[in-house]
């Protein structure tokens, strides 16, 4: 029997060998992405990269509950971690535990991420202490991108570090198993790493957080506009447009398919 890796194995990693982390949202690549991921999170990010929506704003719950499914039935080992789409938990705790409650049963994901520093403490709190284990996300927070003017960096202005570590420790004292640092300048997420006693996941955070996440689609050169801190592995947006541009020109042609596709 394979186990899934478990919360406090997550939690545990603090400090220890680098956390593994990629987004999924299917069932395919899910199961690619589980046999070297900690944890695979299933985020809101699929709006803009599956939906071609333009934020994360319009994300609904029950699109994150369908790919949650799908990601949960496409692997094994990796723990699930489904994103709380906006407008499903801000409002109240009560609110935020029955969609996270939904999520839990709907697709038997083993945790789910929600956007907010000391402002979803409270919730974060009501969420742990009645079985919804949270992974937090502070510093830059798509969800908010309205309120903040964009996809900003956080942390440029040493000004602003102080909420940020306010951030950081109210989650952890919050009862967070570990918490998502989004787009932040390195000496800050290196403070906040070293301080609190979760681990830290980094997308666009630097080195010095206790583990790594990206977009998939990201590190695999399918989207249009990659980030600065976007390393792709592997560029797949060229590679699928030679394989589509040969298949139209083989049916044009009539050389697809041929003898050995043909039933006889
Ligand atoms: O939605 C998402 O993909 C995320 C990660 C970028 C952390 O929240
Ligand atoms: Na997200």
Known sequence: VVRRTTVPQIRARKAGEPIVSLTSYHAHTAAIVDKHADFILVGDSLGMVMHGMESTVGVPLDLMIMHGK??????????????????????????????????????????????GGARMAETIRFLVERGIPVMAHIGLTPQSSHVMGGFKTQGRDEDTWAEHIADAHAVTEAGAFAVVLEGMVEPLAAKITKEIAIPTIGIGASVDCDGQILVLEDMLGLNEWTPKFVRVYSDLGPAIESAVERYADDVRARAFPGDDETYR
């Open 70 to 115: 799908a990601v949960v039935r496409g692997t094994q080992k990796a723990l699930i971690v489904v994103d709380m789409p906006f407008g499903t938990y801000e409002e109240s705790p009560n609110m935020a535990f029955r969609n996270a409650a939904r999520i839990m049963k709907e697709t038997s994901c083993g945790a789910v991420k929600l956007e």
